[in-house]
């Protein structure tokens, strides 16, 4: 299996889409990938990759994907290349472009996103960033090791949790399991 990986930086928001022909959703961003170096009299050098990127559907980690962001992506496929005239610079240029199964937040940013919840019923449930399960072809339900449930979309992407009946009970119960 051909699988082609990288870390990059966006270089502008995520933006969500919806194909005018057949109505299928989707999302476009740029990340841009740098390779740094010295010759051999220690000058150091960049060399930036652009990568354009695509995911099925409109995964809640959208919301997430904005200027800036240090990202972790992954395709099945080699990516699609692409040879371009550069207005720029005034001459061709090679591009590629990934269709992502995975992504994942990576930096040193502080998450907005509490890592715990409470329910109306006082069940405090772990909030689950969104993740994806490899090898999803219909949207599921799955459970981790605690008995709790989680949804998965058609795409792989973990889209919500609920907590076991045990941990309903148990914060029903003022206890709570350590």
């Keep these: 299996m051909f699988q082609f990986q990288f870390i990059g930086t966006l270089g502008a928001d995520a933006e969500k889409k919806v194909a005018k022909d057949t109505g299928r959703k989707f999302v476009t961003f740029r990340a841009a990938h740098n ?40 395709g099945h496929r080699l990516p699609a290349l692409r040879v371009y005239s ?42 689950t960033k969104y993740y994806h399960v490899d090898g999803v072809k219909k949207a599921t339900q799955m459970l981790d090791r605690h008995g709790n449930v989680f949804d998965i979309d058609k795409n792989g992407w973990v889209t919500g949790g609920h907590p076991s009946e045990e941990q309903e009970q148990e914060a029903s119960n003022g206890t709570t399991q350590q």
Excluded at 49 to 61: K, L, M, Y
């Design 35 to 74: 390779d740094v170096w010295k010759d051999e009299s220690g000058q150091e050098h960049t060399d930036t990759t652009w990568v354009d990127c695509i995911i099925d559907d409109h995964p809640a980690v959208t919301d997430y994907l904005k200027r800036g962001t240090q990202i972790y992506c992954s």
């Design 86 to 127: 550069s207005p720029k610079d005034r001459c061709m240029k090679a591009g590629m472009t990934l269709k992502v199964t995975r992504i994942e937040l990576i930096g040193g940013r502080v998450d907005p996103v509490p890592r715990e919840l409470i329910t109306d019923g006082g069940a405090i449930v772990p909030v």
